[in-house]
């Protein structure tokens, strides 16, 4: 079972920047795809981004799309989130989340297996 871990959150003036981190366990980081999900308070966790075990392919939420960055680096098992221009309403706990069954992008916002602890990222107005 890969286990993750993220790191990088914190709280941040409106408009400010982020990066995320999340390290995975395992030698077989490179077949996952892996994303990113938040949940504010009161609210469901959401989609926000999502890469393909090899980089090439992406997907956003509407939301984010523009000013978040998703990355990975497989040599270090760790995919990454930078966020610009936040605004207060991106403030959630962030999750990290990996499709364990290898090659999967059939539907990249869902089917995720593993997941870390979060990390809280809060946007001051």
């Known amino acids: 079972q890969v286990q993750l871990v993220e790191s990088g959150g914190g709280l941040v003036q409106a408009g400010g920047s982020l990066r995320l981190s999340c390290t995975a366990s395992?030698?077989?980081?490179?077949?996952?795809?892996m994303g990113w999900f938040r949940q504010a308070p009161g609210k469901e966790r959401e989609f926000v981004s999502a890469?393909?075990?090899?980089?090439?392919?992406?997907s956003y939420a509407s939301s984010v799309k523009g000013r978040f960055t998703i990355s990975r680096d497989n040599a270090k098992t760790t995919v990454y989130l930078r966020m610009d221009s936040l605004k207060p309403e991106d403030t959630a706990v962030y999750y990290c989340?990996?499709?364990?069954?290898?090659?999967?992008?059939?539907?990249?916002?869902?089917?995720?297996?593993?997941w870390g602890q979060g990390t809280q990222v809060t946007v001051s107005s």
């Open positions: 989340a990996a499709k364990t069954t290898p090659f999967d992008w059939v539907l990249p916002t869902t089917g995720y297996d593993a």
């Open positions: 395992g030698r077989t980081f490179n077949r996952y795809a």
């Open positions: 890469i393909s075990w090899s980089g090439d392919r992406i």
